[in-house]
Every structure is written in C-alpha cells, then in structure tokens.
C-alpha cells in the first residue's frame, strides 16, 4: 500500500502557460513525485506524492521561481 501525500506550494514568479510546463516538469522529476497540478492563477503547485519538501522547492528554484510550503 502506498502512502501518497499531497503537498501545496505556493509559487511565486509564474506569468505564462510556459511558466506552468517549466514548474511542472521540474517537479515531475524529483524523486517521490506521483502528480502534479499547477494553478497559474492561484500561484500554486499541488504535488501528490512522498518527495521531501526541500527538494520540491529547490527543483522550481532551478527553473527560477520561489517556492513554499503553503500553509506550512
């Protein structure tokens, strides 16, 4: 049985549809993630998954944009 969670990251710096791929790739490759939606207009990323927060949010800092655990 796997024990997924879900993660919310609020994303600072996205303006476009290529922002979003840019954000969603970079999360989809960190180990541990299962699934991601990204909400432009909200600022945020939902990730499902075990992946540890640090490496989420190093993983969207390479792409250039800031990232938090939302409610955190």
């Known amino acids: 049985m796997t024990n997924t ?31 991601v939606q990204v909400d432009l207009a909200a600022g945020k990323a939902t990730v499902h998954g075990d992946a540890d ?7 969207v800092a390479g792409e250039g944009y800031a990232a938090q655990v939302a409610n955190g």
């Open 5 to 35: 969670m879900t993660t919310e990251l609020k994303v600072d710096g996205m303006t476009c549809g290529h922002c979003v791929k840019a954000v969603e790739k970079a999360l989809k490759g960190v180990t541990g993630v299962h699934d």
């Open 53 to 59: 927060a640090g490496a989420m949010i190093s993983a």
